[in-house]
């Protein structure tokens, strides 16, 4: 760190210190954030060490609890993808919800007519028409944008409501089960049909197969020239067209997968949790997908790791509320400080990242 | 003509009551996040802005007795929340679309957290006009209690296309959203500005909240909004940025927003859910028509990120 006054220096910090900081400020965000909780949960009468002990052992303190993170955290990793890809391509789509929802629907309807088949090609029907649901539905947005000009980010919002109430509607209406009488519901797909359980884990197979997307879509958007092109785009239209790339092809196209991703969530989520699509598909993956992408910088692997976090941290609520009595909504208040403040510091990283190269 | 039933006129009437009454948080959120937008920046957490305001005014209701106090407080907490937002968003190279999505969760979250015990007890709600006293038709009557926020809604609109036409702080308010660059030569404080107008647009939409628990529904429960807090963004585009149109999109919206509930009333249920997602359609199929590839958002303020 020597400079001497007068003389242009060059960039006084050593090349590892940025990435080091890229590093350790998020790191210290978690910290501040978990500060900013226990205060929280202090002046609310609650020993925070207490509640830090119970939201590591509701989420990853017995087998128990990680089978309930593993299941929560499949979902998540999905919906994060379906936020990540597009974010390669620069574009903010927020409406996971929406095709989450449509894809559960599909794959809960796809394998009606067929009784007693084989399970395994229906298995992967029911998660093939996940995706194709989920996909048109986010490619709805990106159409729009590319050929009217409107913003993704709102578009894909209200695509969302819009799938949620076309969900309803046709769960309570057209495909009803007669026999769902307090909680509509589709006509209940057959039990062998369901996802089977991963040996040793005790964990159903959507897990496996997130972990597989999340592993393709690392490999793809960073060793194919695929994810160099969606980059690209991403980075400037313009020059994308100048190189000869159909840029409109291409961002359509990784929105369709990405909705794709979050259709799979919502049919693994039927074929292997519900085993009919009813409201209880809707409990917010598809935004905490959104914090999760963000927080994991649209990586598809730290978007594995973050999920499970995520997920961990929503499994204790539930330790939460049955000892200490707090409200299932204390895991939603750390998730927001956790995610404001990691926001914060990634931009503090970047800004400093900034000042170093010049 | 007997006099309580009055035909066909059912169904207008309960829409235009509706309307009303869906109507009243669209404006104080739309013209909350219009103010903010002016200043050249989007806050797309008034959706957990709103949450908290519907939770703060019914609480300090139920604890005071006095539901304009529970209104004030909603304020204040949007206010603060506002304030957030705002000094979070000033840290340059920060995510705002992020930001707000996160303040969602944080909002949300506080909400639920504070509001848990509220879910029981019973908070006086804010006082409704009868302007139908002169009809004896209960549907007339019912459609005509208007609450009294929906006049200070009207009044605000027109409060706020003044303030930003005609006075010296709303022309320093739109400079800044409209170049930074000239705000600067011209020696205003940027950074001051969009806090303000932050804060000023977290005010009114914790308002907008209390009215959904205060007034209609008029209970608070964690179901209580439907993403009002969201679609003002897509209100603002729609209404171009102007407060008058801020006030008409959003009587659009109730009336889109109160069709399924009035067909229910009159017996048509099979299209409750795709009625309720009327407002929905459309903003979306009004941005459609009224952008273009060529000039996406030609009367938003210039420093606005909402085209890339």
Known sequence: ?????????????????????????????????????????????????????????????????????????????????????????????????????????????????????????????????????????????????QYRGVNETISSLLLSYIGIAIFHHLTEGLLRDPASLDKPSTHPIDPSYMLPVLP??????????????????????????????????????????????????????????????????????VAAVQGTANSSLIVGYGYSGILVAFLARHQPLAIVAVALLIGGMQASASLLQRRLELPDATMLVFQGLIFVCVLVADAIAQQLRENTRR | MDVTSIGWLTLPLAILGGAIRVSTPFIFVSIGELITEKSG???????????????????????????????????????????????????????DTAIGISLIVLGTGLAFFFGKPLIEPK???????????????????????VNALFFVGILLAFAVYVFLNRTGWGLMLRTVGDSEDAARALGFPVLRVRILATMAGGFLAGIGGSFLSLSYPGSWSEGLSSGQGIMAVALVIFARWRSINALGASLLFGGAGALGPALQG????????????????????????????AAPFADAPGELKLHR
């Open chain 1, 200 to 269: 040793g884990v005790g964990v159903h197979a959507g897990l496996a197969v997130s972990l597989a997307l999340a592993i393709i879509a690392h490999v793809v958007l960073r060793y194919t020239r695929w994810g160099f092109a969606l980059r690209v785009v991403g980075g400037s239209a313009r020059v994308a067209r100048m190189v000869g790339l159909a840029v409109n092809r291409w961002v359509i196209g990784a929105t369709f997968v990405a909705g794709g991703m979050a259709g799979v969530a919502g049919a693994i989520e």
């Open chain 2, 123 to 145: 908070a006086p709600a804010l006082p409704s006009i009868s302007l139908g006293f002169w009809s004896s038709v209960p549907q007339v009557r019912a459609a005509s209690d």
């Open chain 1, 1 to 145: 760190m020597s400079s001497i006054s007068g003389i242009e220096s060059p960039p006084s910090n050593p090349p590892g210190t940025a990435a080091q900081l890229s590093v350790a400020l998020p790191v210290l965000a978690v910290l501040l954030a978990s500060a900013v909780f226990a205060a929280f949960v202090a002046l609310y009468g609650q020993n925070p060490f207490t509640v830090f002990g119970l939201i590591v052992q509701g989420g990853f303190g017995s087998s128990f609890a990680w089978q309930d993170t593993l299941s929560r955290a499949a979902p998540l990793i999905l919906v994060g993808l379906a936020v990540a890809i597009p974010a390669q391509a620069g574009l903010v789509i927020i409406g996971g919800e929406g095709a989450l929802v449509l894809g559960g629907l599909a794959g809960a309807v796809v394998t009606l007519p067929f009784a007693g088949a084989h399970a395994l090609p229906m298995q992967v029907i029911m998660l093939v028409a996940g995706a194709l649901a989920g996909g048109l539905w986010f490619g709805l947005a990106s159409l729009l944008r």
């Open chain 2, 41 to 95: 920046r989007i806050n797309l957490g008034l959706e957990g802005t709103l949450m908290l305001g519907a939770m703060a005014g019914y609480g300090v209701s139920y604890l005071s007795g006095s539901p304009w106090l529970g209104v004030l407080a909603a304020g204040l907490a949007g206010t603060a929340f506002g304030l957030v937002h705002g000094l979070l968003c000033s840290v340059k190279r920060v995510n």
């Open chain 2, 266 to 293: 009159v017996g048509v249920t099979g299209y409750y859910y795709l009625f309720n997602a009327a407002p929905y359609i459309l903003t979306l199929a009004i941005m459609v028509a009224s952008t273009s590839r």
